[in-house]
T-cell receptor
Framework: GENVEQHPSTLSVQEGDSAVIKCTYS??????FPWYKQELGKRPQLIID?????GEKKDQRIAVTLNKTAKHFSLHITETQPEDSAVYFC???????????FGKGTLLTVNP | DTAVSQTPKYLVTQMGNDKSIKCEQN?????MYWYKQDSKKFLKIMFS???????INETVPNRFSPKSPDKAHLNLHINSLELGDSAVYFC?????????FGPGTRLTVT
């Protein structure tokens, strides 16, 4: 079945610190794992994604790691800035269906 | 930034009314979706259409009826609105797995 667990539900860090958000999934057929950022009152926006044939992907201050054996993936944000404050959603795309299953979101607050 | 657009942005209506939300994408994508985001921010898929054909219906009450006149449009009609329908509704489109969301429609049922 499809299930994505996301932790923590809230995360507060000081500007300049790193933030890590973790997700686990249950469907071994899942092969695509995006991360979305949703600012208050705005739409979710894709910020980074990873496919199952890759273990890590980096884009400037954000990176995603994937452990297929353990069925978990993580978002890493380094040198956090106040504009990183938002709700972050992980998701997984299964090979046997055509939908994204989202985690419940993490509210990240970066304190100046 | 009008790749995926929705109208209206806000919708306030009374219980029992019927309302529609429209979505259009100019990305040339084959697949479109409707999501519901409740007050706890949980994003839940409702429907998906691929080239005007319904491919996902996530046990949504039949008061909700999507319609796709062509692959660039996916509209959502809701009959007999209930208080629990209050939420933000997001349209999205994709060509493969990468999905792009519209700006959302905040529906408030009073």
């Amino acid at each position: 079945g499809e299930n994505v667990e996301q932790h923590p539900s809230t995360l507060s860090v000081q500007e300049g610190d790193s933030a890590v958000i973790k997700c686990t999934y249950s469907d071994s057929a899942s092969n695509y794992f995006p991360w979305y950022k949703q600012e208050l009152g705005k739409r979710p926006q894709l910020i980074i994604d990873i496919r199952s044939n890759v273990g890590e992907k980096k884009d400037q201050r954000i990176a995603v790691t994937l452990n297929k054996t353990a069925k978990h993936f993580s978002l890493h944000i380094t040198e956090t800035q106040p504009e990183d404050s938002a709700v972050y959603f992980c998701a997984e795309w299964g090979g046997s269906n055509y939908k994204l299953t989202f985690g419940k979101g993490t509210l990240l607050t970066v304190n100046p | 930034d009008t790749a995926v657009s929705q109208t209206p942005k806000y919708l306030v209506t009374q219980m029992g009314n019927d309302k529609s939300i429209k979505c259009e994408q100019n990305l040339g994508h084959d697949t479109m979706y409707w999501y519901k985001q409740d007050s706890k921010k949980f994003l839940k898929i409702m429907f998906s259409y691929n080239n005007k054909e319904l491919i996902i219906n996530e046990t949504v009450p039949n008061r909700f009826s999507p319609k796709s006149p062509d692959k660039a449009h996916l509209n959502l009609h809701i009959n007999s609105l209930e208080l629990g329908d209050s939420a933000v509704y997001f349209c999205a489109s994709s060509q493969a797995a990468e999905q792009y969301f519209g700006p959302g429609t905040r529906l408030t049922v009073t």
